[in-house]
């Protein structure tokens, strides 16, 4: 077990298990569910919707020229039109990188000490046959759209483990990764007004990297209370109530500023000229 992440040969995974590939030289990395037969389900874009500027529509390009060519499984790539979730061999999910588990239930030291996020968590999995159920669920029913932040593939994978989703308003998903992301921005920035305290470079750079493990750990779906289990064949609902909730905040928001807009043209004086 590193401190970066834990690489593991093809010999050491086991069905059931949340793996991982770093991509672009530890830039970010890529989540699936091994469910044996050297097969991968995991998460990425619809297929309509490729285009794009994140690393998810990098994943689903590639994943679909690799799984029109690959040699090992000719049901490798399969994709329901309107889903995210893909099923490929571990040899297309990789591509070429390195193997790596994903870690439930580490001690809280194990999991402050790990230098990036997306690697562990302090919440526990559930056995391998419930976990596979879900991969294969969702891969037949969705996972819902894709969102870099809110639902990503290391979210997939962490619901498949744990069965946990957030039950509360939309915001940032279970994902390690991206909270890391977040983390180290706000880590900085909350950290400024703690210069004052910090004795010269050493000490602005410990308060900054204490701020960051404290809002990892925060995140974690091991800790965090906004969260609870889910049952898969329930989980169609539970997304499109947040759907709903989501698109009908958008438009309370988009008719406030139409009001306010409306309420300050009515209240504009009117220019008159002086005889």
Same mark, same amino acid.
């Given at each position: 077990?590193?401190?970066?992440s834990?690489? $593991?040969?093809? *010999?050491?995974?086991?069905?059931?298990?949340?793996?991982y590939?770093?991509?672009?030289?530890? =830039?970010?990395?890529?989540?699936?569910? @091994?469910? /044996?037969?050297?097969? $991968?389900?995991?998460?990425?874009?619809?297929k309509?919707?490729?285009?794009?500027?994140?690393? #998810?529509?990098?994943?689903?390009?590639? !994943?679909?020229? =690799?799984?029109?060519?690959?040699?090992?499984?000719?049901?490798?790539?399969f994709?329901?039109?309107? *889903?995210?979730?893909?099923l490929?061999?571990?040899d297309?999910?990789?591509?070429?990188? &390195?193997?790596?588990?994903?870690?439930? /239930?580490?001690?809280?030291?194990?999991?402050? %000490?790990?230098?990036?996020?997306?690697?562990?968590?302090?919440?526990? &999995?559930?056995?391998?046959?419930?976990v596979i159920?879900?991969?294969? @669920?969702?891969?037949?029913? /969705?996972?819902?759209?894709?969102?870099?932040?809110?639902?990503?593939?290391?979210?997939? %994978?962490?619901?498949?483990?744990?069965?946990?989703?957030? $039950?509360?308003?939309?915001?940032?998903?279970?994902?390690?990764? +991206?909270? #890391? =992301?977040? /983390?180290?921005?706000?880590?900085a920035? !909350? &950290?400024?007004p703690?210069k004052?305290? =910090?004795?010269?470079?050493?000490?602005?750079?410990?308060?900054? +990297?204490?701020?960051?493990? +404290?809002?990892?750990?925060?995140?974690?779906?091991?800790?965090?209370?906004?969260?609870?289990?889910?049952?898969?064949? *329930?989980?169609? &609902?539970?997304?499109?109530?947040?759907?709903?909730?989501?698109e009908? *905040?958008?438009?309370?928001?988009?008719m406030?500023?139409?009001?306010i807009s409306?309420? +300050?043209?009515?209240?504009?004086?009117?220019?008159?000229?002086?005889?």
């Open positions: 077990m590193g401190l970066l834990n690489r $593991v040969e093809r *010999s050491e995974i086991r069905p059931g298990d949340h793996i590939t770093w991509r672009a030289v530890y =830039a970010y990395s890529h989540h699936g569910i @091994y469910v /044996g037969g050297s097969k $991968v389900v995991h998460f990425t874009r619809k309509e919707a490729e285009s794009g500027s994140d690393s #998810s529509n990098s994943t689903s390009s590639l !994943l679909l020229e =690799a799984s029109s060519e690959c040699p090992t499984f000719p049901d490798c790539g994709q329901l039109p309107d *889903s995210g979730v893909v490929t061999c571990l297309c999910f990789l591509r070429n990188g &390195s193997l790596y588990c994903f870690e439930y /239930g580490v001690p809280s030291a194990v999991f402050l %000490a790990k230098l990036r996020g997306g690697t562990c968590t302090t919440a526990q &999995s559930d056995p391998p046959e419930v159920h879900r991969a294969m @669920y969702l891969l037949q029913n /969705g996972f819902g759209n894709y969102d870099i932040f809110e639902n990503n593939c290391e979210d997939f %994978a962490l619901y498949c483990k744990t069965g946990l989703l957030p $039950v509360d308003e939309p915001g940032i998903g279970t994902s390690g990764q +991206a909270s #890391s =992301a977040i /983390g180290v921005p706000l880590a920035l !909350l &950290s400024t703690l004052l305290f =910090a004795a010269g470079p050493f000490g602005m750079a410990t308060v900054t +990297a204490g701020m960051y493990c +404290a809002g990892r750990y925060i995140t974690d779906i091991g800790v965090r209370k906004d969260v609870a289990k889910i049952e898969v064949e *329930s989980l169609s &609902s539970h997304l499109g109530r947040r759907l709903i909730e989501d009908g *905040s958008v438009n309370i928001r988009c406030d500023g139409a009001a409306g309420a +300050a043209q009515r209240k504009k004086p009117s220019l008159r000229l002086c005889q």
